[in-house]
């Protein structure tokens, strides 16, 4: 049985290789990625974000590597030096390597922010459709719970539960995305509230298809791009909260660094060492705009009909 | 309808409540107000230490759910509960409160018009030269942090002051102590201190607001009931203006009064660095002096303010679309 279909399939290919090339591509219909990609591409601004967002990447993480000090190796020889071949971006009153400390503190807010990202977006598509989807008790509770937690300060809670998780990265992860997923939770849920009355989601339903799976299958990839631009906005946001709590000192904690630990500390002799600051709060800027510019790329991509800012 | 906001009112304070409890119990059983007593010389004897806490309901041998119970009946009897050194909160608080509605009343509308009238002229010179560096400055902004902005303010007026020769604009406290002078002068003292953190915030505020009042112009400029407007003979400015950025307006408005009715949560980034002593600032201290009743009393106070906020909203909007005014 599977011999006769094995020399279909070596036939069409061989065919097609031979000489159908150029006419199947011109028919051929781009994927949706595809066709995204190629309106993201188009927008300067957007591959601007996205270089840009690679380039400090790759500082951040391979950069890092290439300059001799280490981030917590001191150069005894030279204090507040200002930038100069062996320390690149200067070094601090400690005698610390600025370009090193920056870099690390550079990973920890990418890491950080990519991570709460993942986990709010996460968050609130799977609550939010839930909410919609399932409705009755299940969406009164959740609902209820979202605006509890919306009513909270949560840059308090979490500067009060800073004493506990020194430094312990996991939670504060999980603290910072549990406190921003309540808007997009709402926004999903009403999206699904329409959802559910499509064709295929009713048939899929009638079917016997359980509800979680409709929610996974059905209802959570027709929201893919509405959660796409909601993970690149959670990202500047978390970075953006995570380097304001250090700058308090309510989040990444000394010995570990942050760019908002070394904002910080640069804010004392800004006008008398401006390159203590200048180079965290400029790398800092730049990943965000890059990240917004990314952001409001896709969203253009997605939806080019609008063609409008926010 | 009465009944319908009477339930939504009651949903309100009950959420806040739970808020404030949960924040209270969190910081209670987090912050540790016995470390005020340590590295002191001499060093001051337990019984004492318990005494003085014991005083200000602090203590943190005292199981953390009769603490509760102890502040919840100050509460219900409009007492707030004291600070680690004494201080009463609530005296605190509406000073607090007071201080920071200063520092953002100028910022918070400054910003509020600067953003609207930006955004609504972008929109109107859409993928103009203004357009674009308007938009772009805006995104710009956007990506500064606010602590980054404050900070380098201080450092070009620093700079300022150094090339001018003596001290033209002051950015740490609300007032100069020193300053001796008559009423003109000294509200004139008072503004000079304004100055940075006026501009931080307006800056903050314009570059959010430009953004979304662009857009919702955008929209509304290619709607048909604009186009009519001109067609039956109205000036190009009458239209833009009456027609169309009053419809604009709406989802701005209902942005900003928002914020209006958040002044009185402070600013924490602002009042920190330039060294006001408001709800902002406050809300750090707090927190770094382990001050679990102010940082319960805050709570209360910012989810309050943002329900009643979250209130007006729809008020506003009730007020600004004829659609829901008239239904």
């Known amino acids: ?82 930038p100069n071949g062996s320390h690149w971006f200067g070094t601090d009153a400690a005698g610390g390597d600025l370009f090193a400390m920056t870099m690390r503190g550079a990973q920890k807010s990418i890491l950080i922010g990519l991570l709460v990202a993942v986990l709010a977006t996460g968050m609130a598509a799977i609550v939010g459709a839930s909410a919609g989807y399932f409705g009755k008790w299940i969406d009164g509770v959740l609902m209820w719970i979202v605006n509890l937690l919306l009513v909270i300060p949560s840059f308090l809670i ?107 500390s640069a804010q004392q002799s800004a006008t008398t060492q401006p390159w203590l600051f200048l180079f965290p709060a400029g790398f800092l800027v730049f990943l965000l705009l890059a990240v917004n510019l990314i952001g409001q790329g896709l969203r253009d991509a997605f939806d080019p009909s609008t063609g409008v800012a926010i | 309808m009465g009944k319908y906001l009477i339930r939504r009112l009651i949903n309100y304070v009950v959420l806040v409540f739970i808020a404030t409890s949960m924040a209270y119990l969190l910081a209670a059983s987090s912050l540790n107000p016995r470390s005020h007593f340590l590295g002191r010389n001499p060093p001051v004897p337990v019984t004492t230490q318990d005494d003085i806490l014991n005083r200000y309901n602090l203590n943190d041998k005292t199981p953390v759910i009769d603490r509760y119970g102890h502040w919840l009946n100050g509460i219900v009897h409009g007492d707030l509960g004291r600070d680690y050194d004494g201080g009463y909160v609530g005296a605190n608080l509406s000073r607090r409160m007071w201080v920071s509605g200063q520092l953002l009343l100028i910022g918070t509308i400054l910003g509020g018009l600067v953003g609207v009238a930006a955004g609504a002229w972008a929109a109107v010179r859409h993928k103009k030269f203004a357009d674009y560096s308007l938009t772009q400055g805006a995104f710009f902004i956007l990506s500064c942090p606010v602590f980054v902005i404050a900070i380098l303010l201080q450092v070009g007026a620093t700079r300022l002051n150094n090339a001018v020769g003596h001290r033209l604009i002051s950015f ?85 009064t ?23 600032e406050w809300f750090v201290q707090t927190i770094q002096g382990s001050d679990t009743n102010a940082v319960a009393a805050i709570t209360a106070v910012v989810g309050a303010l943002v329900l009643l906020a979250s209130f007006l909203q729809d008020v506003v909007v009730g007020f600004l679309d004829p659609r829901v005014r008239v239904s």
């Open chain 1, 1 to 82: 049985m599977t011999v006769p279909s094995q020399e279909l399939i070596g036939t069409v290919t061989a065919e097609s290789g031979i000489q159908g090339t150029a006419a199947i591509d011109e028919t051929r219909v781009p994927s949706r990625g595809r066709i995204i990609w190629r309106r993201f591409r188009k927008q300067k601004s957007a591959l601007f974000g996205l270089v840009l967002l690679v380039i400090l990447v790759l500082m951040a993480y391979v950069g890092i590597h290439l300059t001799k000090w280490g981030y917590q190796q001191p150069d005894y020889d030279s204090f507040a030096v200002t």
């Open chain 1, 158 to 264: 979490i500067a009060i539960l800073s004493p506990q998780f020194h430094n312990n990265l996991t939670l504060f992860v999980v603290l910072l995305g549990m406190f921003i997923w309540q808007v997009t939770a709402r926004i999903v849920r009403g999206q699904t509230l329409s959802l559910k009355e499509r064709e295929y989601v009713l048939a899929a339903k009638y079917m016997g298809v359980s509800g979680p799976r409709i929610i996974f299958r059905h209802i959570l990839p027709n929201l893919a791009s509405l959660l796409f631009i909601d993970a690149t906005v959670n990202v500047s946001v978390a970075v953006l909260t995570e380097t304001g709590l250090s700058f308090f000192g309510f989040g990444v904690q000394p010995p570990d660094i942050s760019l908002g630990t070394l904002i910080e």
């Open chain 2, 172 to 256: 740490s406290g609300q007032y100069d102590p020193a300053h001796a002078g008559g009423f003109f002068s000294n509200i004139g003292d008072r503004l000079d201190h304004l100055i940075l953190p006026t501009i931080t915030l307006t800056l903050a505020g314009a570059s959010f607001l430009m953004l979304y009042q662009r857009a919702a112009m955008l929209d509304v400029l290619g709607s048909d009931y604009v186009r009519t407007a001109r067609a039956k003979g109205l000036r190009r400015r009458t239209a833009l203006v009456k027609h169309a950025l009053r419809t604009a307006l709406i989802p701005s408005m209902t942005l900003f």
């Open chain 2, 258 to 280: 928002y914020s209006f009715a958040t002044i009185f949560v402070g600013a924490t980034f602002t009042e920190t660095i330039f060294g006001w002593h408001g709800m902002g």
